[in-house]
């Protein structure tokens, strides 16, 4: 069997081939532009996400437990939103886990313990991850078993994510790679036109929420970062088609205005994944010819750290982007 194309191959083959999500250069030029005027805002690098994300300690293995529990946060109705209030702030969505996982510490619960996690019953983590209202988060029995999976991996390879991820070295395309072949839940494939591809949204978040800290902690430097694409998930997506980036067809806007439920795997779902990657890598592209044309210079920014820009942005206008639809997959993909 044939290994899947990488996640900017993947995004490349699906965007040449998309029947119903395109890449739309007018957009895409849109946003190199205004990215070309942050250039100098810490917005765009890996420290000034961190600032974006306060709950965010430098701490390994709590990024491990959060990325290893990072999807499917959408609610099943807007008004019913999971909620967790954290030293007087109330977060919806990412940051529910965030400030869950956060406050168990705090309590005294061992959650970053990997022998504590990989055994730990499905009735504590229920009670880590309880809402402050009805609504729970949802998913419950599948992030107890990814977690569990997860926290017995690393066990088998030095008890720590640090000493996991050792393995591969200080290179961004071997750690992604030696994440997907050990833990199964990271393994975000689908098949597309024949195909076998990926998008490895959360095995590559990992990966830059670990360049994160290291460049935080001024420790070693990750070679090969930009090998990362952006991380295809709901959210951006959205905000790539309110940019004009991105343009679905009137049928899969019309669906997912209805409200339409997609498999994890179904086409329209992975070309939406699929054109969201090669709109940020044609953005990148772009936006790197603007600095080399204007500055003279040779442009530093990733598409993960595009990535760590738009998801804040589209979070922070959310209603301003209210029109336009996200799509809906329950998997513990993204």
């Known amino acids: 069997m044939e290994p899947p194309l990488f996640p900017r191959e993947s995004g490349q083959f699906i965007a ?91 309590e005294g619960i061992p959650i970053t313990d990997p022998k504590y996690f990989s055994q730990m019953s499905v009735e504590k983590l229920a009670h880590v991850l309880r809402s402050d209202n009805k609504t729970p988060m949802p998913m419950l029995q599948e992030r107890h078993q990814v977690l569990t999976e997860g926290g017995r991996v690393l066990l088998e390879h030095g008890g720590s994510f640090r000493s996991f991820i050792s393995r591969a070295g200080n290179d961004a395309q071997k750690m992604v790679e030696l994440i997907v072949e050990k833990i199964p839940s990271y393994r975000d494939e689908a098949t597309y036109e024949g195909k076998r591809i990926s998008f490895y949204k959360r095995a590559q978040i990992l990966v830059a929420d670990f360049w994160g800290i290291m460049e935080a902690r001024g420790e070693e430097d990750i070679i090969d970062i930009d090998w990362l694409t952006m991380f295809a998930d709901y959210r951006v997506p959205q905000v790539l088609v309110y940019f004009g980036a991105l343009r679905y067809s009137g049928a899969l806007m019309q669906a997912l205005k209805n409200g339409e439920l997609l498999s994890s795997g179904d086409r329209r779902e992975v070309e939406i994944r699929g054109c969201s990657i090669w709109s940020v890598e044609r953005i990148k592209d772009r936006l790197c010819k603007l600095v080399q044309e204007k500055d003279g210079q040779t442009c530093n920014i990733n598409s993960a750290i595009i990535d760590f820009y738009l998801w804040p942005y589209a979070k922070q206008h959310h209603k301003e982007m209210a029109h336009i639809p996200i799509h809906h997959t329950r998997c513990v993909y993204y």
């Open 16 to 106: 040449e081939r998309s029947r119903d999500v395109f890449v739309e250069e007018e957009g895409v030029q849109k946003v190199a532009e205004m990215l070309y005027s942050l250039r100098h805002s810490d917005d765009l690098t890996a420290s000034g996400w961190k600032k974006a994300n306060p709950l965010a300690p430098q701490a390994l293995n709590w990024v491990f437990v959060v990325d290893t529990m990072n999807f499917s946060f959408w609610p099943e109705e807007e008004t019913q939103q999971c909620e967790v209030t954290y030293k007087g702030t109330t977060y919806t969505g990412y940051m529910t886990l965030c400030a869950a996982i956060t406050r168990a510490m705090e």
